[in-house]
């Protein structure tokens, strides 16, 4: 069994920034972050896979604002999000997983975060 602690999120005005972290108790192929706004499914957000060399994935409303990294080695993987928009306000959490699967999927992931929430003001 996996446990996952983020931190971070908050409060921001749009075009601002916040930096999510998550550290993972045990190692894993896959990390990512997804995200959930009221009334909305769950949607992916980045996710790093570790078992292919660091190989990255973004959804396309995230391309170019949003950045994920981390360390294989210490199980940790970060989300700076940059010029966020009130549309990024949403329930944000890590997810891991030690099977292989898309990365972009959430049925891939076994291991959840407790979710940490983001809001962007106009």
């Known amino acids: 069994q996996v446990q996952l602690v983020e931190s971070g999120g908050g409060l921001v005005q749009a075009g601002g920034s916040l930096r999510l972290s998550c550290a993972a108790s045990?190692?894993?192929?896959?990390m990512g972050w997804f995200r959930q706004a009221p009334g909305k499914e769950r949607e992916f957000v980045a996710a790093?896979?570790?078992?292919?060399?660091?190989?990255?994935y973004y959804a396309d409303s995230v391309k170019g604002r949003f950045t994920i990294s981390g360390d294989n080695a210490k199980n940790t993987v970060l989300l700076q999000m940059n010029s966020l928009k009130p549309e990024d306000t949403a329930v944000y959490s890590c997810?891991?997983?030690?099977?292989?699967?898309?990365?972009?999927?959430?049925?891939?992931?076994?291991?959840w975060g407790q979710g940490t929430q983001v809001t962007v003001s106009s």
């Open positions: 045990g190692s894993n192929y896959v």
């Open positions: 997810a891991a997983t030690r099977r292989w699967g898309i990365a972009t999927a959430s049925q891939t992931y076994d291991y």
């Open positions: 790093v896979r570790w078992s292919a060399g660091g190989l990255i």
